[in-house]
């Protein structure tokens, strides 16, 4: 069993080309911005504090 699948690769390759500036939408090939949003970019979650 592997630790990852394909999509994860994709997901953190979208995420860090648009963290660097770049457009993840072209590069994927997708038509539409949504669905690189939808399905591909992910967001670093805070933590929250207990105080």
Sequence with gaps: MI???FKDIRA???TDLEEAGGD????????YRGST????????????GLR
Excluded at 24 to 31: I, V
Excluded at 39 to 46: C, D
């Design 37 to 48: 949003k939808r399905h591909y970019l992910r967001k670093a979650t805070k933590a929250v």
């Design 3 to 5: 630790p990852f699948q």
């Design 24 to 31: 993840a939408t072209d590069n994927l090939q997708h038509s």
């Design 12 to 14: 953190k390759h979208a």
